[in-house]
């Protein structure tokens, strides 16, 4: 039995396509790293991703990415891992994201062994889990039903590490997993190398959005050094440096406990964390634990969504901007009206949302009282009807109250300023995420198929 030795892993960016500094791999890739490990997706960007099988970046962004990670791994000789291909982790971003990678390594020159995995489910998969009662929901949802299932233009079920694993020890150089947890596909290796499940699952929450955990997070990635019992966070950048804030703060990310976070097969629980700076650029973690669960796989799916028809206009006017929020109000049930009666709709038949960017569009909550007006907003039309078609005429048959709405009867009219001509922009039907569930399997590998592509790369036409 050999000495165990610590796991390097670089984490160049928090998703593929965001852009990878070539320097920063270099620099992490000098200290010994054994793996390049990093997301390609989430569910931040909303259902569409999923729904349609289309990535948040585009082609040539993801290409730049790879060409960097590629380049670098064949150099090193160390395996690159990415996890939630294509956004959305579904079968097309898998294919389209190796499409990709076949497409760089036969520029460079290389013939490299791909694992793909997936983790795209059939309703079919989904209706038998179901009838067997291996499904459950998470808040808010209740019980899941069949119905919902065949609504789903996609499903995924949310991977762990072990199908990166066995993807490594086939001898694959590159693996492209499907949808996967953030925390997962960066895992991996320290645990196959025999990290600490602790250590590796709270190193892998830390370093999953790349310099997010780092004092100026737009300058670089970071290093991990996973052990038995502690693991360090170092920033890529020689410019930049992780603090005891950096670090520890980032168990809030996108997680409403910070010192719980679910994981497929257990629960990372850093009650008992510690973190000590390390000179002045790193930070030291010791006390982070797993505890072991029965295997869970998170489900997502998204299904198609009525059609959306917008419009905008900016707002100056003193006036309005001194009652923003009952100006709104009033505009509103104008709106509505207008369209009950032009075009004897019923109230179930569409939907009118108006979104006061520069007052409260984002957080949707009352202004504090004693909130001065602002110097101008930009309000938002959002017309939601089941085809294109009645949006825009929704929208259209709105059009003159919204440009001109006076703040109070008796005013003369104002023309409030539009950035468009036409008015109306057909948005394309909207999605949504219809399940919150997750699924009881055997283990990591069960609802997971893998492929791997041997074949010499075939020349670009």
Not at 378 to 407: K, W
């Amino acid at each position: 039995m050999t000495d165990f030795e610590d796991t390097l892993v670089v984490v160049p960016v928090g998703a593929l396509g965001a852009g990878i500094d070539p320097e920063h791999v270099e620099a992490g890739l000098t200290q010994g790293a054994h793996a390049i490990a990093l997301d390609a997706g989430s569910t931040d960007s909303g259902p569409s991703c999923l729904a349609t099988g289309v990535s948040k970046y585009s082609r040539e962004a993801v290409k730049s990415d790879l060409r960097v990670l590629m380049a670098a791994r064949a150099k090193y000789g160390v395996p690159l891992l990415i996890g939630t291909c294509g956004t959305a982790g579904g079968d097309a971003g898998v294919a389209w994201t190796l499409n990709i990678a076949q497409e760089v390594a036969t520029e460079l020159g290389q013939n490299p062994r791909i694992a793909t995995l997936h983790s795209e489910l059939s309703r079919e998969q989904v209706l038998a889990k179901l009838e067997g009662g291996k499904v459950l929901p998470l808040a808010p949802l209740g019980p899941l039903d069949a119905a919902t299932i065949e609504r789903c233009e996609h499903i995924v079920a949310l991977m762990g590490p072990e199908p990166y694993i066995a993807a490594l020890k086939d001898g694959a150089d590159i693996v492209l997993g499907g949808r996967t947890t953030d925390t997962a596909v960066i895992a991996a290796v320290p645990l196959m190398r025999g990290a600490g499940a602790g250590a590796a699952w709270h190193a892998g929450k830390i370093s999953e959005c790349g310099g997010l955990c780092t004092v100026d997070p737009t300058d670089g990635g970071v290093l991990i050094k996973v052990g038995r019992d502690a693991f360090e966070v170092w920033p890529l950048s020689s410019q930049n440096r992780c603090d005891v804030y950096s670090v520890s703060s980032h168990m809030l990310y996108e997680n409403s406990d910070p010192f719980i976070l679910t994981e497929p097969g257990g629960v990372l629980d850093v009650t008992h964390a510690r973190y000590e700076a390390i000179g002045e650029r790193g930070v030291r973690v010791t006390g982070s634990q797993f505890l072991p669960r029965p295997y869970t796989m998170k489900l997502e799916g998204a299904a198609l969504g009525p059609f959306q028809t917008l419009m905008w206009v900016g707002i100056a006017d003193p006036a309005v901007l001194a009652v923003v929020d009952g100006f709104v109000a009033t505009l509103h049930a104008a709106l509505v009206e207008r369209v009950r009666k032009v075009m004897g709709l019923t109230p179930d038949a569409f939907d009118i949302s108006l979104r006061p960017y520069g007052w409260n569009a984002v957080s949707g909550l009352p202004a504090a009282e004693g909130t001065p007006p602002p110097r101008e907003i930009g309000l938002m039309f959002v017309a939601t009807a089941e085809t294109q078609d009645l949006a825009t005429r929704i929208a259209r048959t709105c059009n003159p109250y919204f440009f001109h709405f006076p703040v109070r009867r008796g005013k003369e009219l104002p023309s409030y300023g539009f950035p468009f001509s036409p008015a109306e922009v057909e948005r394309g039907r909207a999605y949504e995420f219809v399940l919150n569930h997750v699924v009881a399997t055997q283990d990591g590998m069960e609802l997971v198929r893998r492929d791997m592509i041997d074949s010499p790369i075939p020349e670009i036409a």
